[in-house]
């Protein structure tokens, strides 16, 4: 079933134009597997002692004025703070093909680490902090929308966001990265 809704969503977001897939909601389940193996898929993993392949992952947008996002993980490492954020760029064989963090006000220096425009009010931040079964979950609101085509997918980072000058925005290493079709 899973795998289902997430293909009807990739087929809706590639045939459909974007202004009319805009303003519905958008969720997609699926397990992480090993990057590098075809076929390309949903969720993916850089680091399997961390983000074991067959975990979990839940991204929700819901859309109205604002947009509201969720991020449920199951059966990842045990008693962890994960950082999470929005990207611009699809999920890739790489942890760095899915671009940088998605801004609603776009900082021109790039990577992003200032915090006038590396904060949770200008991005999606989702850190996670899992419990004994490696299950968590977090959500963030914006008073914003995403730009079509800009957001496509969130990115597990292997601790808490940094929120200090010269720093703000990072939150360590890529560790496995799902692909959302955001409205």
């Known amino acids: 079933m899973s795998f289902l809704v997430s293909a009807l969503a990739a087929s809706l977001a590639v045939l459909l134009p974007l202004g009319m897939v805009a303003g519905q909601d958008v969720t997609i389940q699926d397990s992480f597997r090993a990057a590098g193996g075809p076929p390309a898929p949903q969720a993916v993993t850089f680091d399997t002692e961390a983000v074991p392949v ?6 929700t947008e819901r859309v109205g004025e604002d947009t509201h996002v ?6 990842m490492g045990a008693h962890r703070t994960f950082g999470a ?3 611009q760029k ?6 760095n093909d899915s671009g940088p963090h998605y801004q609603h006000a776009h900082d021109p220096k790039q990577p992003s680490t200032n915090p006038a425009y590396a904060n949770p009010r200008n991005e999606v931040w989702l850190d996670v902090r899992t419990d004994g079964h490696g299950d968590g979950g977090a959500g963030a609101t914006q008073a914003w929308r995403f730009r079509p085509g800009q957001a496509r997918s969130v990115v ?3 601790h808490a966001t940094h929120t200090g000058a010269g720093a703000a ?7 496995a990265c799902v692909n959302v079709p955001f409205a």
Not at 169 to 175: C, H, K
């Open 54 to 59: 067959g975990s979990r992952v839940t991204v």
């Open 70 to 75: 969720e991020l449920r993980l199951e059966g």
């Open 85 to 87: 954020h929005v990207h």
């Open 90 to 95: 699809p999920c890739g064989a790489k942890p």
């Open 156 to 158: 597990i980072h292997e």
């Open 169 to 175: 925005g990072t939150a360590g290493v890529r560790l």
